[in-house]
Nanobody
Framework: QVQLVESGGGLVQAGGSLRVSCAAS????????MGWFRQAPGKEREFVAAISWSGRLVYSADSVKGRFTISRDNAKNTVYLQMSSLRLEDTALYFC?????????????????WGQGTQVTVSS
């Protein structure tokens, strides 16, 4: 099992930028794909972005394409989600997740470890 801790959430105005981070620990040397998901109040959890272990494979949801960028630093065991041109509808609790596979996965069921989430609130 991998322990994941998200950070960097906060309040930002529409059109602004924010970067959230996810630090992984618990299994030194493990290879795993990482993903970001989000859940807004009253809505189901949805996929945001995913990245493979190598970083060469990246997927993003259509709703965030061109605005959000996922990246990772394996030396720091950290994955990032850089968010720009934020919209009111991006307001949600953002979770990072780790998969035992090395590829990038868009389905939540591919992930076995989840963080507690970091709140991102976009104001008008």
């Amino acid at each position: 099992q991998v322990q994941l801790v998200e950070s960097g959430g906060g309040l930002v105005q529409a059109g602004g930028s924010l970067r959230v981070s996810c630090a992984a620990s618990g299994r030194p040397g493990s290879i795993f794909g990482m993903g970001w998901f989000r859940q807004a109040p009253g809505k189901e959890r949805e996929f945001v972005a995913a990245i493979s272990w190598s970083g060469r494979l990246v997927y993003s949801a259509d709703s965030v394409k061109g605005r959000f960028t996922i990246s990772r630093d394996n030396a720091k065991n950290t994955v990032y989600l850089q968010m720009s041109s934020l919209r009111l509808e991006d307001t949600a609790l953002y979770f990072c997740a780790a998969s035992p596979g090395s590829l990038a996965y868009t389905q939540a069921r591919a992930y076995t470890s989840w963080g507690q989430g970091t709140q991102v609130t976009v104001s008008s």
